[in-house]
T-cell receptor, first 115, second 114 residues
Framework: ETGVTQTPRHLVMGMTNKKSLKCEQHLGHNAMYWYKQSAKKPLELMFVYSLEERVENNSVPSRFSPECPNSSHLFLHLHTLQPEDSALYLC??????????????FGPGTRLTVL | KNQVEQSPQSLIILEGKNCTLQCNYTVSPFSNLRWYKQDTGRGPVSLTIMTFSENTKSNGRYTATLDADTKQSSLHITASQLSDSASYICVVIPISYNTDKLIFGTGTRLQVFP
């Protein structure tokens, strides 16, 4: 295990539902990330939090709303999603250091299916 | 066109055989290049990290090489095992070195059969 946990592991939801993905890291890291992984496409960075403040938002639609209440927890709130949002959503954490290689540790992901 | 291209897209080999995965990149300059292994249903796990000045880095049966002149990296797997079945992702970090600027390849899906 990498020290990063995600729940739920699988989620099926309708386009009108509201759900949340949860990520928790037990590594004492300062930075946390949400990625989207679709079939045959590179990982897409969605959000970056450093010391609980959002530092990057790569033009993600507003139907995805992140929340970082503390450095160990990260949420992704979902509402009125589209079928094309079906993907594997990965959470990662890192020390957040910029002077040395800063390895990201990934969680197992949440497999999301939007009907 | 992706800045990090990997080939082949998928590969099937028999247990015990060696294989080599390729990564071509256009990101320049870059800070370091990484190979990740992603098992089905799991998140990626770091295998190797090479700075732009390194030519090779090993991690057990995995050996990564880097040719900065041709902008190519390869991951060589020796004496493959069934547990090597996974996707292997090449990641390049530009020299500006923001952790949020990792550039991912699409990965090579490796299947090892007995």
């Amino acid at each position: 295990e990498t020290g990063v946990t995600q729940t739920p592991r699988h989620l099926v939801m309708g386009m009108t539902n509201k759900k949340s993905l949860k990520c928790e890291q037990h590594l004492g890291h300062n930075a946390m990330y949400w990625y989207k992984q679709s079939a045959k496409k590179p990982l897409e960075l969605m959000f970056v939090y450093s010391l609980e403040e959002r530092v990057e938002n790569n033009s993600v639609p507003s139907r995805f709303s992140p929340e970082c209440p503390n450095s160990s927890h990260l949420f992704l709130h979902l509402h009125t999603l589209q079928p094309e949002d079906s993907a594997l959503y990965l959470c990662a954490s890192s020390q957040g250091e910029r002077e040395t290689p800063d390895t990201q540790y990934f969680g197992p992901g949440t497999r999301l299916t939007v009907l | 066109k992706n800045q990090v291209e990997q080939s082949p897209q998928s590969l099937i080999i028999l247990e015990g055989k060696n294989c080599t995965l390729q990564c071509n990149y256009t990101v320049s300059p870059f800070s370091n290049l990484r190979w990740y292994k992603q098992d089905t249903g799991r998140g990626p796990v770091s295998l190797t990290i090479m700075t732009f000045s390194e030519n090779t880095k090993s991690n057990g049966r995995y050996t990564a090489t880097l040719d900065a002149d041709t902008k190519q990296s390869s991951l060589h797997i020796t004496a493959s095992q069934l547990s090597d079945s996974a996707s292997y992702i090449c990641v390049v970090i530009p020299i500006s070195y923001n952790t949020d600027k990792l550039i991912f390849g699409t990965g090579t899906r490796l299947q090892v059969f007995p």
